[in-house]
């Protein structure tokens, strides 16, 4: 089957025509071929359709095309996000199988790594024992906080807050801030830091320990000077300030 000259097929996106192919030198089966396949390679996922029209002098077919599209609304929008990529996969986390650092006197669970995430963020268990927390310092990344048990005394840009179990906190990337855990009470809280990166720093100047409730070995203050020399040494490198005061 041949198609007079002015006859083209149309696939249709919210009532507007994206493809025409004509179809004057092919049969039907060929010019619905490359509709589809145009569809394809434009992202159309389930709902497309196409329509032929034979022009006689006007745009009646394909006017009531766009109708019936505008009409039922169809969803035919080009794809916004990229394909899956099987290449990444599925993260456990389970805390029997996850390194365990000990850290100013605190303990990090690192459950989900930058590598596991693309970069775009990690995720850190942390125990803080009563009297815990880091110094005052800064980083150029955002750090939310999800209080699980427990509640911390947190310091943001000089300002204290008492952040209790079910309680959220997101400290902008490059603000002064400062947690302790200054109740009786151990504290458990999740931290998400995005991008990814800050776990690294843990790994690179804390130590191992077997649980995520071991804390760390104490450090004489020989030892403790050389760890804080290792600190700021490396801090630079994971876009992180250590401050005088939060």
């Known amino acids: 089957m041949r198609f007079p000259a002015k006859v083209r097929m149309c696939l249709y996106a919210d009532g507007q025509a994206v493809v025409q192919t004509p179809a004057a030198e092919m049969g039907m089966g060929t010019a619905t071929v490359q ?20 022009y006689t002098g006007n745009d009646r077919i394909e006017a009531q095309a766009k109708e019936h599209y505008r009409r039922n609304k169809m969803s035919t929008a080009l794809p916004t996000i990229p394909p899956d990529n099987p290449e990444r996969t599925l993260t456990l986390a389970q805390l029997d199988k996850l390194p365990h650092i000990g850290l100013v006197g605190d303990t990090y669970t ?31 990344l955002e750090e ?26 997101n400290i902008p990337a490059n603000a002064p801030h400062q947690f302790h855990n200054s109740a009786a009470e151990a504290v458990r809280m999740l931290c998400i830091c995005s991008p990814a990166g800050q776990e690294n720093f843990f790994l690179e100047v804390g130590v191992p320990v077997a649980t995520r409730t071991t804390p760390p070995p104490k450090l004489d203050p020989k030892e403790h000077a050389v760890f804080i020399d290792k600190v700021k040494a490396l801090a630079p490198k994971y876009r992180t300030e250590l401050l005088r005061e939060a």
């Open 35 to 54: 509709i589809q396949h145009a569809a394809d390679r434009l992202g159309f996922i389930s709902l497309w359709r196409f329509e032929v029209g034979r």
């Open 144 to 169: 939310t906080f999800i209080v699980l048990e427990g509640e911390m005394e947190a310091t943001f840009r000089g300002q204290k807050s008492i952040v209790r179990a079910g309680d959220t906190i």
């Open 110 to 140: 690192i459950t989900v790594t930058g590598e596991q995430t693309a970069g775009r963020f990690c995720v850190i268990d942390m125990h803080i024992p009563p009297g815990g927390g880091p110094p005052p310092h800064r980083h150029d």
